[in-house]
């Protein structure tokens, strides 16, 4: 292709704002962030600190994860807890919505000029410490490569559903996420699972005119559903407006039916719509794939617990794939201090001098 001769190359410049101009983005960085949530970006933002160039790359939009997050959702925690690169997080309310966070984030990416690059999925990171090449694919599966001297895995787990493994779970009826009730207006709902996710959803589809029925393999609730949710939707089952199948499990989902496993025998549902929401993994086939050791009982990767560098020279991992299987163990809250774990280590390694 011919280069844009120099009379027009620079109108370009002038009707676009600078900061928007990236037809060549840089390959060659010195760390590699693969995953663009909250913790990834303080890895980002930390190394940045340093000098150090940086690139972050996620398959998904910017914190991807808290973006499929129900849309009225509130979090549980108060807004400095969820403070990354030292930028305060003001709210209105004790606690903050998904859409503050949203745009929380957003500005924390914009004050540090952070090279964030959405929709590109890492597929292969090969080669050694120092000099890892990176394959990542686009939207339009398009091949995109990269150099890095280091890495860091912040992947999170959110994007991965724990499958049902039943007939009629590949039905369109059937999502493992739940974002927003109004689509359920006036249909008969499955809700599968018992914990802060199958809740909040149950309850805020009945308040939204859906017909809920819950079915959860426990005998009760999980003790871990929020403190101020669970007496609510246990008051919303003792007066028979949402139905709940305890120790029971889905055995078949059809087209407009679901048959469900109960103590009391097999039954079937009328059913429009089924929300399988039984939580979530990290990618562990990719951890693998690096050449990432896991523990044999929960998956927990293999690094040292103070520059969390894993096994593979150069790799980092960060977020809540340091607890393996265990997802409740890192949140935000403390995740995000991993970016400066690391970033010491990356001082001590990649600038010596200083």
Known sequence: MESMPDFLAAAEVETQPKAKLRAHP?????????GAGPTGLACAIEAQKLGLKVIVL???????????YPAGMIFFTTPELLEIGDIPFTTAQQKPTREEALEYYRKVAEHYHLDVRQYEWVKTVMGDDGNFSITATDRAGRPHDYCTRKVIASTGYYDLANQLGLPGEDLPKVSHYYAAAHPYYDADVLVIGGKNSAAIAALDLWRHGARVTLVYRGAQLHHH?????????????KN??????????????GV??????????????????????????????FLRSMGIELSDDQCRPVCDP?????????????????????????????????????????????????
């Open 225 to 237: 559903v929020k403190y101020w949710i669970k007496p609510d939707l246990e008051n919303r089952i």
């Open 58 to 68: 996620d398959k998904g939009c910017l914190v991807n994860s808290l973006f499929h």
């Open 256 to 285: 407009d039916f679901v048959v469900i496993v109960t103590p009391r025998g097999p039954i079937r549902l009328k059913n429009d719509f089924v929300l399988a929401l039984i939580g979530y993994h990290p990618d562990y086939d």
């Open 26 to 34: 840089e390959t060659r960085t010195d760390v590699l962030v693969i």
């Open 306 to 354: 103070v520059s969390l560098e894993s096994n593979v020279p150069g790799i980092y991992v960060a977020g809540v794939i340091v607890a393996g299987s265990r997802t409740n163990e890192i949140f935000i809250e403390n995740g995000r201090f991993h970016g400066k774990q690391i970033a010491d280590d990356l001082k001590r390694k990649l600038l010596p001098a200083s």
């Open 240 to 253: 028979k407006d949402i139905e709940a199948y305890f120790n029971s499990s889905v055995q078949e989902i």
